[in-house]
T-cell receptor, first 112, second 111 residues
């Protein structure tokens, strides 16, 4: 069966420091991958999605970037964190044209 | 872009009560999904609906795909404390794999 892993679960970083959040999917090939941010336990904002290795689409201009170095690996990065980058970051995957997305457990990022 | 509307933002019910939530759109959706997010966790899929008029159950949960294809309903019967969480509706705005999510309804259950 397929599983999705995100780490770390929580992260506290100072303003101006770099960021790297990792997401990996097991048990499937060629998944579509997504990064979302959720502020204050509310709606999900799609940040990036990827349909294949090296293919990244950005949904909103921001201080973050994403990369997909391997088929089942999706990385969210920043060179210099801002206070406004704090939030709950979720990775998700889906397969082909099926629209169901499956989410990881999330990373709680606090930028101080 | 297409939006999914969920209201109210929060609902408070007594344990044992039934609760109904709806999700509406100004555009037609061909798939409706309902997710639940427990505090501090990622959303988990509850029910997926693929046909107008479809009624699907998952335990105490029942969801329906509206006939107009512009709305969907989720009902929870005999609520229990573990039903607490945020309930999201979602659907694909077109032929690609991205999803549009509603803003979610936070459900609180008083014991």
């Amino acid at each position: 069966s397929q599983t999705i892993h995100q780490w770390p679960a929580t992260l506290v970083q100072p303003v101006g420091s770099p960021l790297s959040l990792e997401c990996t999917v097991e048990g499937t090939s060629n998944p579509n991958l997504y990064w979302y941010r959720q502020a204050a336990g509310r709606g999900l904002q799609l940040l990036f999605y990827s349909v294949g290795i090296g293919q990244i689409s950005s949904e909103v201009p921001q201080n973050l970037s994403a990369s997909r170095p391997q088929d089942r690996q999706f990385i969210l990065s920043s060179k210099k964190l801002l206070l406004s980058d704090s939030g709950f970051y979720l990775c998700a995957w889906s397969l082909g044209k099926k629209n169901i997305q499956y989410f990881g457990a999330g990373t709680r990022l606090s930028v101080l | 872009g297409q939006q999914l509307n969920q209201s109210p933002q929060s609902m408070f019910i007594q344990e044992g009560e039934d609760v109904s939530m709806n999700c509406t759109s100004s555009s037609i959706f061909n798939t409706w999904l309902w997710y639940k997010q427990d505090p501090g966790e990622g959303p988990v899929l509850l029910i997926a609906l693929y046909k107008a008029g479809e009624l699907t159950s998952n335990g105490r949960l029942t969801a329906q795909f509206g006939i107009t294809r512009k709305d969907s309903f989720l009902n929870i019967s005999a609520s229990i404390p573990s039903d607490v969480g945020i309930y999201f509706c979602a659907g694909p705005p077109g032929a690609n794999s991205k999803l549009t999510f509603g803003k979610g309804i936070t459900l609180s259950v008083r014991p």
